[in-house]
């Protein structure tokens, strides 16, 4: 089965410094996602995506992180200056279409650690 | 807004034993009720799902039925193997984007 791609699988950077989160979705799927689990609490959504433009935010996505679809294949979740709250597993999905029932592709995740 | 609450972990059990995983939620409408399953170093993927009242979700021997007179949506199998050990995860997508919201997941551990 196609599998959704996340790079790196361990992201240590120092408070302040700013991160890029990678994923590569499935090829033919049109929506795209990022999703947060900070350890212990709810997996959370951040963001959508769809025909290159934010489709849906949470209000936890503010000014400092931002989404990219640089080209056809990657998509990143760039977070301008860490914080300590910022520690989270990150996961990245991307689906074929947006509905009822729509099932979600899951990457395995990249865990940031903000020291 | 619409949320989902999952019994805390781990859940700890022999092989062969009855799980149970409770699940509720609070959403507007009729939402799609989701079990998802981690398994060790892998990303989430879809288990079962159910789209309206009374239907039942099915996959790997794993059950689930919408109760919407309960906001319930518990998952259950008759005998666990070692291998179903993971976390698992209740989710509900609603509303005009069908975005789904997750609960914090329960792991859930089956020793020999």
């Known amino acids: 089965e196609p599998e959704v791609t996340q790079t790196p699988s361990h992201q240590v950077t120092q408070m302040g410094q700013e991160v890029i989160l990678r994923c590569v979705p499935i090829?033919?799927?049109?929506?795209f996602y990022w999703y947060r689990q900070i350890l212990g609490q709810k997996v959370e959504f951040l963001v959508s995506?769809?025909?290159?433009?934010?489709?849906?935010k949470s209000e936890i996505f503010d000014d400092q992180f931002s989404v990219e679809r640089p080209d056809g294949s990657n998509f990143t979740l760039k977070i301008r200056s860490t914080k300590l709250e910022d520690s989270a597993m990150y996961f990245c999905?991307?689906?074929?279409?947006?509905?009822?029932?729509?099932?979600?592709?899951f990457g395995s995740g990249t865990q940031l650690s903000v020291l | 807004g619409d949320s989902v609450t999952q019994m805390e972990g781990p859940v700890t059990l022999s092989e062969e034993a009855f799980l149970t995983i409770n699940c509720t939620y609070t959403?507007?409408?009729?939402?799609?009720l989701f079990w998802y399953v981690q398994y060790p170093g892998e990303g989430l993927q879809l288990l079962l799902k159910?789209?309206?009242?009374?239907d039942k979700g099915s996959n790997k021997g794993f059950e689930a039925t919408y109760r919407k007179e309960t906001t319930s949506f518990h998952l259950e199998k008759g005998s666990v193997q070692v291998s179903d050990s993971a976390v698992y995860f209740c989710?509900?997508?609603?509303?005009?984007?069908?975005?789904?919201?997750f609960g914090r997941g329960t792991s859930l551990i089956v020793h020999p």
């Open positions: 999905a991307s689906t074929p279409g947006q509905g009822r029932g729509e099932k979600l592709f």
């Open positions: 995506f769809y025909n290159n433009e934010i489709s849906e």
């Open positions: 959403a507007t409408g009729y939402p799609s």
């Open positions: 090829s033919n799927h049109l929506y």
């Open positions: 159910a789209t309206k009242a009374d």
């Open positions: 989710a509900l997508a609603s509303g005009g984007s069908y975005i789904p919201t």
